[in-house]
């Protein structure tokens, strides 16, 4: 299993420009989620998914979408980026069966907006 | 509503030295509490959960209802500890989120 991966590692982008962070698991699990890691804020959640369809906002949701069209890809869509964006960006994803399950966490993608 | 506070952004220790690292959390239900580490080039990955009443690499974290904490301890630090700890709470919707962290630096 290669778990949860991300793409790309880098990126760099100008203000106002859109893109596509890429997130996919190949471990069947229902949840899904997307963090962006700041220094001094922590891991901040953008949006979640429960399920296939299903999506819903965390903490810090302007400016981000997402869609969950299968149970394996939860990819982010920055529509215009600003360099208020600039972070490292976290997908997780965890089995919703049961409870007090393990988030498991890809490597990250590290944006620049210039 | 959910929050988590990890009110130190660094902790230095003594190696041999005890730890605690302090989380505390504001939820209306029976919450979900995690303590995950971010070593140095490694993916963030769990170290123990408040149901398993496990220890982990040496570490244990008690919940307590009553002061709404789930603070992490060690007994002796070393030095493989130094890394970036965060405190997570799981809540209503499943929603998960997390702490600010704490970054753990162990001296020599």
């Known amino acids: 299993n290669a778990g949860v991966t991300q793409t790309p590692k880098f990126q760099v982008l100008k203000t106002g420009q859109s893109m596509t962070l890429q997130c996919a698991q190949d471990?069947?699990?229902?949840?899904m989620s997307w963090y962006r890691q700041d220094p001094g804020m922590g891991l901040r959640l953008i949006h979640y998914?429960?399920?296939?369809?299903?999506?819903d906002q965390g903490e810090v949701p302007n400016g981000y979408n997402v869609s969950r069209s299968t149970t394996e890809d939860f990819p982010l869509r920055l529509l215009s980026a600003a360099p208020s964006q600039t972070s490292v960006y976290f997908c997780?994803?965890?089995?919703?069966?049961?409870?007090?399950?393990?988030?498991?966490f890809g490597p990250g993608t590290r944006l620049t907006v210039l | 509503a959910q929050r988590v506070t990890q009110p130190e952004k660094l902790l230095s220790v003594f190696k041999g030295a005890p730890v605690e690292l302090k989380c505390n959390y504001s939820?209306?239900?029976?919450?979900?509490l995690f303590w995950y580490v971010q070593y140095s080039r490694q993916r963030l990955q769990l170290l123990l959960r408040?149901?398993s009443r496990e220890s982990i690499k040496g570490f244990t974290a008690d919940l307590n209802k009553g002061e709404t904490s789930f603070h992490l301890k060690k007994p002796f630090a070393q030095e493989e500890d130094s890394a970036m700890y965060y405190c997570?709470?799981?809540?209503?919707?499943?929603?998960?989120?997390f702490g600010s962290g704490t970054r753990l630096s162990i001296r020599p």
């Open positions: 939820y209306s239900g029976s919450p979900e």
């Open positions: 408040h149901i």
């Open positions: 997570a709470l799981r809540g209503s919707a499943s929603k998960i989120i």
């Open positions: 997780a994803s965890s089995s919703e069966v049961g409870s007090y399950n393990e988030q498991f």
């Open positions: 998914s429960v399920g296939a369809g299903i999506t």
């Open positions: 471990m069947n699990h229902e949840y």
